[in-house]
């Protein structure tokens, strides 16, 4: 069983930044993906970004490619802190993101595209508004 902690969400204005942190904590994550998600008001969930196990690939959406930077800091395989920095942000990036982690037998390889998960963290709030 794992637990995800999503914080650093909050209000910000066109144009500035924000960086999101999950505190991932847990047995075996060593072997785990992970991806940030995000569901804007009235639409579906989209995966924006996700990180190998190793570390050292990572896939990002059309829509914040460029604009958005994810990061892994692994302390051991039970600690696990990944961060989404997101630059120049737009008042449609505002949303609920959310960390998720998906088990993997090959530890650099992610795909942003996935849907199916395994943990999930409750959520951060951004709000883009002037």
């Known amino acids: 069983q794992l637990q995800l902690v999503e914080s650093g969400g909050g209000l910000v204005q066109p144009g500035g930044s924000l960086r999101l942190s999950c505190a991932a904590s847990?047995?075996?994550?060593?072997?785990?993906?992970i991806f940030w998600f995000r569901q804007a008001p009235g639409k579906e969930r989209e995966g924006i970004s996700c990180i190998s196990a190793s570390g050292s690939n990572t896939h990002y959406a059309d829509s914040v490619k460029g604009r958005f930077t994810i990061s892994r800091d692994s302390r051991d395989n039970a600690s696990v802190s990944v961060y989404l920095q997101m630059s120049d942000l737009r008042p449609e990036d505002t949303a609920i993101y959310y960390c998720?982690?998906?088990?993997?037998?090959?530890?650099?390889?992610?795909?942003?595209?996935?849907?199916?998960?395994?943990?999930w963290g409750k959520g951060a709030l951004v709000n883009v508004s002037s």
């Open positions: 847990g047995e075996g994550l060593d072997w785990d993906a």
């Open positions: 998720a982690t998906k088990s993997t037998f090959v530890r650099n390889l992610c795909d942003v595209g996935a849907q199916s998960m395994d943990f």
